[in-house]
């Protein structure tokens, strides 16, 4: 279930279902998006990326799906694994600038 | 091809001194930007430089705190006199190219910073 409080919003999921982790965007502008992962200890690390003329994109095991009408982003993750467990940020870049602008990241538990 | 290399991973400073947080960009890139973040939290940008040059220190406070990326070794933020409030992880990110203002940026593994 998810849960949304003071800290981190948090889905747990169990090993081997598909995961959707959602993030809605700030500007209409932005026509770069990234889905990072963040272990714990460790920095972000890339794991998907999509401009603006795309509705999706996938990759292994992993897809993108960009609704540019409300402005949501999402992640998806196929048959969901121990490893998977992590915070999961998406980050819009506004055109034009450099400046990436987190979102403020989803905590996702996988359950044996 | 290493990745993004920040050192230290851990600083413990006491109030009143000073921290230096080094990065070392992936190998052929030459933009590099530093991030702050909170427990709990995203990320935050504070400044983006080239070699020898700052080109944004906008999300940087304007005291105490400061960047360089000099032509020959890593880029360097410095705090000082450290405060409590300044305890986070800091994130350095490289990038290869300027031309498109869409380049993936890649992260280091972090240096966290506690202040006692």
């Known amino acids: 279930g998810e849960s949304v409080g003071l800290h981190l919003p948090t889905l747990s999921v169990q090993e081997g279902d598909n995961s959707i982790i959602n993030c809605a965007y700030s500007?209409?502008?932005?026509?770069?998006f990234i889905w990072y992962k963040q272990e714990s200890g460790k920095g972000p690390q890339f794991i998907i990326d999509?401009?603006?003329?795309?509705d999706k994109r996938q990759g292994q095991r992993v897809t993108v799906l960009l609704n540019k009408t409300v402005k949501h982003l999402s992640l998806q993750i196929a048959a969901t694994q121990p490893g998977d467990s992590a915070v999961y940020f998406c980050a819009e870049i506004i055109s034009g600038t450099y400046k990436y602008i987190f979102g403020t990241g989803t905590r996702l538990k996988v359950l044996a | 091809n290493a990745g993004v290399m920040q050192n230290p991973r851990h600083l413990v400073r006491r109030r009143g001194q000073e921290a230096r947080l080094r990065c070392s960009p992936m190998?052929?890139?030459?933009?590099v930007y530093w991030y702050r973040q909170l427990p709990e939290e995203g990320l935050k940008f504070m400044v983006y430089l080239q070699k020898e040059n700052i080109i944004d220190e906008s999300g940087m406070p304007k005291e105490r705190f400061s960047a360089e990326f000099p032509k020959e070794g890593p880029s360097i933020l410095r705090i000082q006199q450290v405060v409590r409030g300044d305890s986070a992880a800091y994130f350095c990110?490289?990038?290869?190219?300027?031309?498109?203002?869409?380049?993936?940026?890649?992260f280091g593994p972090g240096t966290r910073l506690t202040v006692l």
């Open positions: 500007n209409s502008a932005s026509d770069y």
């Open positions: 999509i401009r603006s003329n795309m």
């Open positions: 190998k052929g890139h030459s933009h």
């Open positions: 990110a490289s990038s290869p190219d300027r031309v498109r203002s869409t380049d993936t940026q890649y």
